[in-house]
């Protein structure tokens, strides 16, 4: 049997357990996940795009799980009420092959991604930070900033959105969260302004120029976390030139990130040599640094890992029969339970049908 959890299991553990200890322990299992980076086989995502956005394959495996997750990026989907992003994901065990998770990612993708960036921050901003520009005050944006506010201890942060609307929709979310200032801005310039962390989460799939040099401060982190493929970026180049630049898994990066309109030889430095000692993150509290944040597969691994675990711990999700469970492994054929005239293609009330159908 294969456990599914739906979108309002995801919603139980998160009310069960508390927004801040979900976020806590999924930042735990990404940071052993990064740690193990290389006991994971890794490929970019698989993409197929069309005129209106992009339908991804997300695969990962160590020597005990795989998963991959099923995501697409449909930016003018919330013209026809559905989401931008939407997502499905798979655990399953390699020895044997046999899923043992199939769960919704939708939400759980936004709370990875400002886990994601919030572990990447602790090591990349400067440790005082207290305020942060959020650009772009869409689905995922309330995700950043409660992630920011509980984990990192932002208590300003500064809304900026082409769409005054979203910024009410998140004013409105978070207004009654103590401890936490939020302050809409009639520009991206006015909302980084003084920034100690700027976060960008656009969704358009354009080459856009969200930032500029202009606007970056000596001592900033960029997180830049804007739903990313080939020809989408939301930085001018001049902004990468002037930073410390991070990334998850470079080759993919290379493709879809902002980093892929930066010469083949530009320096990035994978996240990963940061957590383990590899290399530093921050240098000097006068340094800019980016985190180039497209999404990578090992992210849903830990997260689906975590899903597991919590599915186990507060006894949700649903059995269900996703591969059959049989008596004789070698007797696929008797599952389909088909007599010998249903074998034909002959059914009791087969004519009758056909003669109604000829009749209407």
């Known amino acids: 049997m294969t456990t599914l959890l739906n979108t309002q299991d995801i919603a139980r553990i998160s009310q069960t357990l508390g927004l801040q200890e979900l976020l806590r322990r999924l930042v735990g299992y990404l940071e052993a996940d990064y740690l193990r980076w290389e006991a994971f086989d890794k490929c970019a995502r698989v993409a197929s795009h069309s005129a209106d956005g992009v339908i991804e394959l997300m695969p990962i495996a160590d020597a005990s799980l795989y998963s991959f997750k099923y995501v697409n990026g449909h930016p003018k989907n919330t013209r026809a009420g559905l989401p931008t992003v939407m997502a499905v994901g798979l655990l399953a065990d390699v020895a044997t092959g046999r899923p043992e998770l199939l769960s919704e990612l939708t939400l759980s993708t936004a709370l990875r991604t400002a886990a994601t960036s919030v572990m990447v921050a602790r090591r990349l901003a400067r440790q005082n930070s207290r305020s942060m520009a959020l650009i772009g005050n869409g689905a995922q944006s309330e995700f950043q900033a409660l992630a920011f ?60 120029t969200i930032l500029t040099p202009e606007m970056i401060e000596p001592g900033m982190h960029i997180n830049g976390v804007g739903g990313d493929c080939p020809g989408k970026t939301e930085m001018h180049r001049g902004v990468l030139e002037a930073a410390k630049v991070f990334v998850e898994f470079e080759p993919q990066s290379r493709i879809e990130g902002d980093v892929q ?100």
């Open 149 to 208: 506010h509980l984990l990192l201890g932002i208590s300003e942060i500064r809304l900026y959105d082409i769409d005054p609307a979203a910024t009410a929709k998140l004013q409105r979310q978070l207004s009654a969260l103590p401890g936490l200032r939020l302050i809409a801005c009639k520009s991206t310039a006015e909302a980084v302004r003084g920034a100690d962390i700027v976060t960008t989460v656009t969704a358009d799939k354009s080459n856009a």
């Open 261 to 360: 309109q930066m010469p083949a030889d530009f320096p990035v430095i994978e996240f990963w040599r940061v957590l383990n000692g590899q290399v530093s993150g921050r240098d000097h509290a006068q340094q800019i640094t980016f985190f180039d944040s497209v999404g990578f597969a090992l992210e849903d691994f830990s997260t689906l890992r975590l899903l597991r675990d919590l599915a186990r711990e507060l006894g949700l999700g649903q059995e269900v029969s996703l591969i059959p469970e049989m008596a004789d492994p070698k007797n696929l054929f008797g599952e389909l339970g088909l007599s010998a005239a249903q074998m034909q293609g002959s059914h009791p009330f087969a004519e009758e049908v056909a003669g109604l159908r000829r009749a209407a």
